[in-house]
């Protein structure tokens, strides 16, 4: 029909108009920032930061640097740490990430094996010297897990459940639960009598 999408555009905006003075909350409307913040979705993602259990140098990074060859920008430094034989430790002596080339698509997060990455919720970065501070180095990225758990709860509890089952696993059996291997426990193989005779 001719005029049918000018109709329809009109619609959309009087549909619009009515539920921004009618009903607020579900209509278009201007957040009063920074005053007003909106409250974030869960899922919602930044930028990466690096996580601590305890204190700051319980960091769960080992360094594997698996999320430096998966990020697409190339944005992760690492550097392991030494020991004073110059044996390879299980830790970052550096770990920086440029914010400026970031990309926050967050592979980063879906790599590590060790839960030790995880995109923020934080996004009032802006810096004055984009080359020098939005390099963000180590002590910067750390947060303790209890900040991820309550910026996350549901992923916290989810990587919590998983990661206790995982421990559990790795648990080395006790020598009271490990199955009986006494002569009178009974036959463990055909060859030990378990096959029926005939007869
Ligand atoms: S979010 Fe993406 S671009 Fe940013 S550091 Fe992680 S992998 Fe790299
Ligand atoms: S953050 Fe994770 S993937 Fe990256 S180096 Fe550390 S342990 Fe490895």
Redesign the pocket.
């Known amino acids: 029909m001719f005029g049918w999408g000018v109709l329809k555009g009109m619609l959309v905006t009087l549909w619009n108009f009515l539920l921004t003075y009618l009903w607020p909350k579900k209509g278009i409307f201007t957040v009063q920032y920074p005053e007003k913040k909106l409250p974030l979705a869960q899922r919602y993602r930044n930028f990466p930061f ?1 996580v601590y259990d305890g204190t700051p140098h319980m960091i ?9 060859s ?1 990020c697409p920008p190339k944005c ?1 430094y ?1 550097i392991p740490e030494k020991d004073a034989e110059g044996r390879v430790q299980k830790k ?1 002596a550096v ?1 920086d990430i440029d914010y400026a080339i970031c990309m926050n698509c967050g592979l ?1 997060e879906e ?7 995880f995109m923020d919720h934080e996004y009032e970065i802006s810096k004055y010297n984009r080359a020098e501070d939005l390099m963000v180095r180590k002590e910067a990225l750390l947060k303790p897990w209890e900040y991820f758990a309550k910026i996350r709860p549901h992923d916290f509890e989810r990587i919590e459940a998983k990661r206790a089952a995982k421990s559990a696993k790795a648990k080395p059996v006790a020598p009271a639960e490990k199955p009986s291997q006494k002569p009178d426990a009974g036959p463990t193989s055909p060859q030990q009598g378990s096959v029926p005779k005939n007869g």
């Not at 790599?111 to 990455?117: A, K, L, T």
């Open positions: 690096l769960r990074c080992v360094a594997c640097k698996i999320c430096e998966e992760i690492i970052p770990f980063c790599v590590c094996p060790f839960d030790s990455i």
